[in-house]
Structures are given as structure tokens and as C-alpha cells.
RNA sequence: GGCCCGUUCGUCUAGAGGCCUAGGAUACAUGGUUCUCAUCCAUGCGACACGGGUUCAAAUCCCGUACGGGCUACCA
């Protein structure tokens, strides 16, 4: 009996780009499988593209899997016993790789030129058959290559494929496909400078590193095959493959810039809940259970399964991620919420930044009223901005204001009524424990506590007062309520009005009254 | 062109021969709650691509067609 291999699963991203979506998705499933197997997870660089491999990418990279709450056991800052985990400082292994598969036969050394290969391609798609490279180079004798290096060209090196064969591929995400190698190329294991390509180290590097499964686009399919060859040439075991669907756009083509945001941090930029980007990106191509989509990592870790991942593409609906995002704003504990959305308040200008230090709870109350008004947190500013700076009343605050002249007198009437009532002062001023005492917004199902039991009127002793107010004008609440909105807040939509008011402070209250009814 | 893969409401999906007059979510529509908006609740709209088989029975199995996607680099 063979002793149990440990599950390790790795992402290999290249770094000459921002991680996408499709990216952060093949991403969260190869952790998610790794974290399911109770096995280890790896994070690869494959940079032996070193013209349009950048710093800037891998920092993006890396960056987008913090966001996203992806953490690797192995890789870039975080060392391991399998590393270098940069292939470009791999490179003295692949070349040991290739010799030995020069040396058995596997690989061959190929003189043609770039121009050559093409045109070989050319005049066999001339012929109607599949453009490939004609393997000219295949069977030299040691005379022909000697004389064709003395002709000043350098080899590359090129995989000896099976002319023909049929090869039964078990995919775990397409399951047995048979194909056949004769369509598939001779193709370059080594650039005739002596980098490596991505097939060749590829299987070097997840042979070494004991990759156990792959989780990858179907792009990669044929690579699959050209690694399963290589693998058998070397005599070891594959790692399991599961070819994925990419993410398509609206269009039902690739996922590309003009359907959405690609990049995985310009949702961050935008103001979408990471847990929301996760999940809903998890679910692009898996589903949880049959009637619940949101669900958290560890939950997803619990039931995932490579075998469950759908078989068709899936089209990014950014309606069903805002939905999602607005989902999670919702069940965010406050002072989560208080922290994700300062950074879009502040760049607004909406609050003062010293409020957050001086006003803690006054600050996590404001969120709280609008916590089910937001699904993405640049959302948050604009209706906040009021309580810190009178506003210019829109158009519908100006009806309001203007549907029943005798407004002005009512909105006297109830300035007067605060004037003469126990009401929490203004920011900046120290509101004491106002803000600790009333968490709001008010629960309309609450019972009215005792007044003389709080330092200042609650928000449901206010609406009590103003209903009483009403009454004695001889007008409906709402006569009341709508321009009274308008004059506090400029518009004509919002949380409860009386929370308002409470959050607003005396000070304000009757400034702006009095401006509104003058 | 060749090779490979796929096809359930607009979208994401559940469904692994009878539980399906096909379930959930989103979106949309209507109604309810409320001082507004939002939330929330209820209801509605809406799909097994098509054609043949196999079977007592098919969304589920097989074949074909159509449509869609991927690959076809000295990129990954």
C-alpha cells in the first residue's frame, strides 16, 4: 500500500496583468478544493515571459488575494519547501529537464526559424489540413544538425509528440475525452534563447512541487494533453485535470473590458463587498446548495467538490453581484461597515474626518440608519453628507415646501415644540451618551420607554410629540412629516424622520427650521 | 477549415429515469407594511434548443441537427 499523498493544488497566474475575474475564479476554486482535501495551497508565478511579465501585476496579484481572503501556504512572502516559486528563478531545473528528455529521445532539437515554422504552417493550411509545424526538424541525423548549428542557428527545443495515438483523457470537469495526437503539434519546450515555455515548465514545476490536482480554463485543454505526454515521458504520475468554462460576458463571448470591470480590484475601487465579489464569483459555475446562494468561505470549503463545478459557461450578471453586495451590507456587524465605507465617505468629503475619532457612536448610528439604503459603499456619502452641511433643497423637497402655504407656520410650530424639547445637541458639540443610548434606526415594534428613565427624548417620543402636534394644528401627520423632511434634509427620502432629527441635534434642527419658514 | 466541449426561466442555477403540472435566486410586475425611500412580506411573469430513438416511463440515456464556446504561438 502507497502511503496517502497530501492533497496540493496551486494557482499559477502569470504576472503581465491585473488578476481578473476569470483569474480570482479558477483561483477560489483551486483553494476551495485545496482547503476541502484538507490539502496544501500554492501560489506560482510563471514569469518566464520576461518581456511582459511586470512588478506591478504580481503586487496586483497578490493584493487581489488578500482582498478576496485567498491565503496560500506556499509562494511569493511566504516561502516553502518546494520553492523557488518564481519560475525565472527556476531555471537551472528546467534545464536539467531538458537534457534528460534530449538524452531519451523525448525531445528534439529544432533549427527552424520563426518564419519557417509559419510558412510550413501556411502551405499545410493551403492543403486543407490543420496548420502545424511540419516537424522537419524531427529526424535529422547528427550530421545535418552539426552542419545546420555551424550555419550560425540556435535549437530550440521541441516535444517529441506520438505521431498516432489516441489518447483517453480523464477530466475531472469534462470527464473521458479521447484524442487524437496527431493533431496535436510538435510543440516548443524551450525558446531558441533557452527560456522555458509554459507547457515544459509547467509540468517540470508541478511534478516538483507534487501538484496532486489542476483546476484550469478550458483554454487549457489541449495543454492538458501536451502535459500528460510529458509527464508519461518522464515516467511519473499526472496531477488530476479539471478543464473549467471560462466566464462569458453578456455577449456569450470571453469575459472581456467591455461587459465589466475585469479587474478583480477595481470592485474593491468601486466599493463592492469583498465577501460579496468572492461569493458571488464562487458562484459562477458552482452552486452551493439548490436554494441558497450567500454563503461564507468556511461554509463553501465544507461542500465543495471539483466534480460539482458546471459544465457550461456562465454569464457575469453584474445586477445579481450588486444584489449580493447589497446582501452583505446588510448583515455586516456596524463597525465593519463604519471601516469599509470611510475611506468613500471621507474622498467625498461627506463627513469630517475627526468626527470618526470624536463621534464613534454617533458616526456608527448614521451608518446604521442607512444600512439597508446601500448596496455598494460609494453609496453611503451622498446620504450622509446633511448632517454635517445644511443642504440645498432638491426639487422634490421644494414641492414639498410649497405644496400647502400654511407650511411655514407648521414648521414654526414644531420648532417651537423643539425648542422646548430635551433633544441630544449638534455635532460638534459632545452629544454625551446620546448616541450610546439611542441605537438606531428605531425599531417601530419596540414599546415606548419611559421618558423620564433617558437623558434626552428617544426618536419614538419625538414622532409622539409631532403626532400630537398635528392634531392640535388640525393637520394629517404626513402634512407635517413631508415638509418637515424637506427643510431638514433637503430632499425627500431618507431613514425615519425622527432618528433624523435626533442624529441632527437641537442646534441644527432649529437653524435650518427657521431658515425654511422665514 | 480541423479538433474538442457545451445547451433547464432574460441571467446564475437545482435536477444524476418515475418525487417535475421542473425547485431556488436575481431581474421585472402587482399588492401589503410605513412619515418618504429602502428593507421586509405576499403574489405573478418566465425555461428543459430542435428532431429522432431506447424505455411501461426521459429535463435526465443514445444518435443527428442547430446554435454557442474553446483550441489551433519560440503567450500563459
Not at 504552417?121 to 545546420?148: F, H, I, N, V, W
Not at 511534478?207 to 492538458?224: P, S
Not at 402655504?405 to 460638534?428: F, N, R, T
Request: proline share 6%; glycine share 8%.
Amino acid at each position: 500500500m502507497s502511503a496517502p499523498v497530501t492533497p496540493r493544488l496551486r494557482f499559477a497566474p502569470s504576472p503581465t496583468g491585473p488578476l481578473h475575474i476569470g483569474g480570482a475564479r479558477t483561483a477560489i476554486y483551486n483553494w476551495a478544493a485545496a482547503r476541502a482535501l484538507g490539502g496544501r495551497f500554492l501560489l506560482r508565478i510563471e514569469d518566464t515571459d520576461q518581456a511582459r511579465s511586470t512588478k506591478a501585476s504580481l503586487e496586483n496579484i497578490l493584493e487581489s488575494f488578500r482582498w478576496l481572503g485567498l491565503d496560500w501556504d506556499e509562494g511569493p512572502e511566504h516561502g516553502g519547501d518546494f520553492g523557488p516559486y518564481f519560475q525565472s528563478e527556476r531555471l537551472d531545473i528546467y534545464a536539467r529537464y531538458g537534457a534528460r528528455l534530449l538524452a531519451s529521445g523525448h525531445a528534439y532539437e529544432c533549427f527552424c526559424t520563426s518564419e519557417e515554422v509559419e510558412a510550413g504552417r501556411e502551405a499545410l493550411k493551403a492543403a486543407g489540413r490543420s496548420p502545424m509545424y511540419d516537424r522537419r526538424c524531427r529526424d535529422l541525423s547528427d550530421a545535418q544538425r552539426e552542419e545546420l548549428r555551424g550555419s550560425g542557428r540556435v535549437a530550440s527545443l521541441r516535444f517529441r509528440m506520438p505521431l498516432d495515438e489516441d489518447l483517453t483523457v480523464h477530466d475531472l470537469g469534462k470527464g473521458q475525452v479521447v484524442v487524437n495526437l496527431r493533431e496535436v503539434d510538435d510543440w516548443v519546450m524551450v525558446r531558441a534563447g533557452g527560456m522555458p515555455l509554459y507547457n515544459f515548465a509547467c509540468v517540470v514545476d508541478d511534478l516538483e512541487m507534487g501538484i496532486t490536482h489542476v483546476v484550469r480554463g478550458e483554454e487549457h485543454f489541449v495543454n492538458g494533453v501536451k502535459q500528460l505526454v510529458m509527464f508519461r515521458a518522464l515516467g511519473q504520475p499526472a496531477p488530476q485535470y479539471a478543464h473549467i468554462p471560462l466566464i462569458l460576458g453578456k455577449d456569450g463571448k470571453k469575459l472581456s473590458k467591455r461587459d465589466a470591470s475585469t479587474a478583480v480590484l477595481d470592485y474593491r475601487d468601486h466599493g463592492y463587498s469583498a465577501d460579496a465579489v468572492f461569493n458571488y464569483i464562487a458562484l459562477l459555475g458552482w452552486s452551493f446548495s439548490g436554494d441558497q446562494d450567500l454563503f461564507t468561505r468556511d461554509e463553501m470549503v465544507a461542500r465543495f467538490a471539483i466534480p460539482d463545478i458546471g459544465k457550461s459557461g456562465a454569464k457575469f450578471d453584474e445586477e445579481k453581484l450588486q444584489w449580493m453586495a447589497g446582501e452583505y451590507v446588510r448583515r455586516a456587524a456596524i463597525d465593519d461597515l463604519v471601516a469599509w465605507t470611510k475611506p468613500f465617505v471621507l474622498a467625498a468629503g461627506a463627513v469630517p474626518e475627526s468626527a470618526y475619532a470624536s463621534h464613534p457612536d454617533l458616526l456608527r448610528n448614521l451608518v446604521r440608519c442607512n444600512q439597508e439604503r446601500i448596496r455598494l459603499f460609494p453609496e453611503l456619502p451622498p446620504k450622509l453628507g446633511y448632517y454635517f452641511t445644511d443642504p440645498e433643497p432638491d426639487d422634490a423637497a421644494r414641492k414639498n415646501l410649497a405644496k400647502f402655504p400654511d407650511a411655514p407656520q407648521w414648521l414654526a410650530a414644531y420648532a417651537e415644540l423643539l425648542g422646548d424639547s430635551a433633544i441630544p445637541p449638534s455635532y460638534p458639540k459632545d452629544r454625551g451618551d446620546a448616541d450610546r443610548v439611542a441605537v438606531l434606526p428605531t425599531d417601530r415594534n419596540a414599546s415606548l420607554p419611559d421618558r423620564s428613565a433617558v437623558p434626552f427624548l428617544l426618536p419614538a417620543h419625538l414622532e409622539e410629540d409631532a403626532r400630537a402636534l398635528a392634531d392640535r394644528l388640525g393637520i394629517k401627520f404626513g402634512n407635517l412629516v413631508h415638509p418637515l423632511r424637506a427643510a431638514l434634509t433637503g430632499t425627500d427620502k431618507g431613514p425615519g424622520l425622527f432618528d433624523i432629527v435626533y442624529l441632527l441635534g437641537r442646534e441644527r434642527c432649529l437653524a435650518r427650521l427657521s431658515a425654511s419658514s422665514r
